[in-house]
């Protein structure tokens, strides 16, 4: 998202460009996501690594709903959860247990998604998870891994295991739970999370219907994978995605400050 000289403006005294480019952009992914229907009362996190040796990372104020997200009251916080900076909002805890243990070990994680939605929540239910015989499904063939639920996620002995049970995969089926995924940047991740939740929402109404499913091949999941990874030069179609949604939503980056 490009800035304009007002927004360069309104940057805080002390805070580098790239993180105020950034906070931006987590702000008005927090909107699209609540313009969606991707939320859950005040519960959830989308959060964003900073540049930086300390990997710390943005999140969203504990008791604050999605569209009450601005760039100035995210938090930034260290891997252990804790604020950086002086702030009247709290952090919820479910929130560092997460995204901080795959913060921590993974380079590439660098934006983090987590959804509680009806159609991912049940699909997580399913014994055998997420299938891939859809036009979506097919698109994540090889990129899904699955932890199973140990109750609410307050505990950091469960961190080790969440992160091994993520291993490489940039999508993570919280058994029982809910969706997660992780990519490079925020548009990349709002794609991978609108292509998983998409074919949640398809596996769960072709189920409801009578009949048995057509199962399609290795070889068609794979080349569906590599034909979505491969769509648009990278970067571009993702950006193209979030600003549609932005201007479908009637939200402007001024908006966001």
Known sequence: MDLNESLIAQRPDGMASEEWRLRLELAACYRIFDHMGWTELIYNHITMRLPGPDRHYLINPFGLNYNEVTASNLIKVGLDGTPIDPTP?????????IHGAIHAVRDDAHCIMHTHTTAGIAVAMKEGGLRHDDFYGAMLFGRV??????GISVRTDEQPRLVKSLGDKDVLILRNHGLLVCERD???????MWHLQRACEVQCAGDAIPGPNRILSDEVRRQSTFDAANFEPKGKLERMLMTSLLRKAGLTLDMLV
């Open 186 to 192: 925020i548009p990349a991740a709002f794609r991978l």
């Open 145 to 150: 891994a699955y932890h199973d639920f140990e």
């Open 89 to 97: 909002h709290h952090v919820n805890k479910a929130g560092f247990i």
